[in-house]
Every structure is written in C-alpha cells, then in structure tokens.
C-alpha cells in the first residue's frame, strides 16, 4: 500500500474513532454516562488522525473500552448498536484496507507488552469480522479496558 493508501485508511479509521465518541454524546445521561466518555477521550489523547497504527489502536481500544465498560457507564443496548455500526464501517473497507488493517493489527499486537491488550488486539479482527480465521485464545484475565497510562 502507498502513504496515501494509509492516509485513506486512517482516515476512515479516524471517522469511526470520532464518530463513535460523537454518537455517544447525544445519547441521554441514564444511557451513557459523559463523564465515562471524556474519561475514555482523557485517556487516550489526541491520536494523529494521519496514521493508520495510532488509529487501529485506539479504534481497538474504544471497542475493548465498550465491550467492557458497566452498565451504568454506557448501556448494553448502546454498546451493540455503537458496536454494530462499526462492524459495518469496517465491512465496507476495500479488500486492500481490509488485509493493510489485519497487517497493522497483527504489528501492533507483536510489539504490545500489556497482555490484555495484545489480546484486544489478536481478538479485534474476528470480533468484528475482519477475518473469519477463528479466533480461540483464552484472556490472560478477566477482560476489563486498561487505559494506556496503567499499561
């Protein structure tokens, strides 16, 4: 892939992150806690819009942050929905972004020293139908969303 391949995929990768974040914004108080959601944006800053590796980790990050946060943090019924939504902006990548994200995903779980993550991170791409190459690793605990200070 080119740098403006790359670009293209961040972005799009970019577009999820961002929107995501913004779709829970509107969401009401007794559905999706905002002090969650900023404590989540806190956490993970400002990744550079233009590279693809920032952009997969946090999108991994937001979708562990969902999968697992309580109840009262954000609903289970938002949590699919929200969910769902990027499943389906991840299906409509072209077959190139597609096997560059799995490329990056793989890297980034090779170099990720936080056991959890790595996990979040080899699980990501069935989780959201990226690959249908099974995936069967057991945690290395009980899942719970690390921010990247506490990794």
Known sequence: MTVDDDAALAGVLHGIHTGVLEWLDWYLADQVDPAAVA?????????????????????????????????????????????????????????????????????????????????ELRLFPFATGLTEEEFDDDPPGPRAWVPPAAR
């Open 39 to 119: 404590a989540f944006r806190h956490a993970v800053g400002e990744p550079d819009p233009a590279s693809v590796t920032a952009m997969a980790g946090v999108v991994v990050d937001l979708a562990w942050w969902l999968d697992t946060c309580d109840e009262d943090e954000v609903d289970s019924h938002v949590v699919v929905k929200v969910l769902e939504s990027v499943v389906s902006d991840l299906d409509e990548l072209p077959a190139a972004h597609r096997r560059r994200l799995l490329d990056v995903l793989e890297d980034l779980a090779a170099a990720e020293p936080h056991e959890g993550r790595r996990y």
